[in-house]
Antibody, heavy 120, light 107 residues
Framework: QVTLRESGPALVKPTQTLTLTCTFSGFSLSTSGMCVSWIRQPPGKALEWLARIDWDDAKYYSTSLQTRLTISKVTSKNQVVLTMTNMDPVDTATYYC????????????WGQGTLVTVSS | DIQMTQSPSSLSASVGDRVTITCRASQSISSYLNWYQQKPGKAPKLLIYVASSLQSGVPSRFSGSGSGTDFTLTISNLQPEDFATYYCQQSYSTPRTFGQGTKVEIK
């Protein structure tokens, strides 16, 4: 059974760095074809893809946010970590991690999401 | 980046209706198009992948079609549990991109 769970601070101040952790089970990120993405959703708005890390440590980022994002994995702990620097109130959103199916390429499994509010 | 545009942004429909949502890509994405359903406070749920394949466990009243730049999600015989927001997403290239969503509301 595949599960993912996001964790991190609920509140960050402007200019601070956000660190989110996705802890997953039911698969290994060392298995060929596996990858995990981060996706966010501001309140009442659409989904926005942020970043992805693959089993071979390949990394991909949103064009508009790539200078602020870093994604990494700790394979032994079944974790994927996302850091976002210089947080701003417009970054207030629910942040999801999701696993892409290696064949269908759809986001088949999602975490429940974690709401991050950026406010002083 | 590939831009995804959905229409309409919202619609009102009744139980039993047939509903169609369209998604257009800014360039050809072959059949690399997925559809998701999202209910308030919940994570999105994958409904359709590669344009027309039904995800396991998803009712057959959901169907998808299209290729290239134009795609359609159809819900036949709309049920009360189908009132939600629907998103398309391209998996042709990275960065992945989503449409802006279509909210299906009760008439």
């Amino acid at each position: 059974q595949v599960t993912l769970r996001e964790s991190g601070p609920a509140l960050v101040k402007p200019t601070q760095t956000l660190t989110l952790t996705c802890t997953f089970s039911g698969f290994s990120l060392s298995t060929s074809g596996m990858c995990v993405s981060w996706i966010r959703q501001p309140p009442g708005k659409a989904l926005e893809w942020l970043a992805r890390i693959d089993w071979d440590d390949a990394k991909y980022y949103s064009t508009s946010l790539q200078t602020r994002l870093t994604i990494s994995k700790v394979t032994s702990k079944n974790q994927v970590v996302l850091t976002m620097t210089n947080m701003d109130p417009v970054d207030t959103a629910t942040y999801y991690c999701a696993r892409m199916h290696p064949s269908s390429l759809g986001f088949e499994y999602w975490g429940q999401g974690t709401l991050v509010t950026v406010s002083s | 980046d590939i831009q995804m545009t959905q229409s309409p942004s919202s619609l009102s429909a009744s139980v039993g209706d047939r509903v169609t949502i369209t998604c257009r890509a800014s360039q050809s994405i072959s059949s690399y198009l997925n559809w998701y359903q999202q209910k308030p406070g919940k994570a999105p749920k994958l409904l359709i992948y590669v344009a027309s394949s039904l995800q396991s466990g998803v009712p057959s009243r959901f169907s998808g079609s299209g290729s290239g730049t134009d795609f359609t999600l159809t819900i036949s015989n709309l049920q009360p549990e189908d009132f939600a927001t629907y998103y398309c997403q391209q998996s042709y290239s990275t960065p992945r991109t989503f449409g802006q969503g279509t909210k299906v509301e009760i008439k």
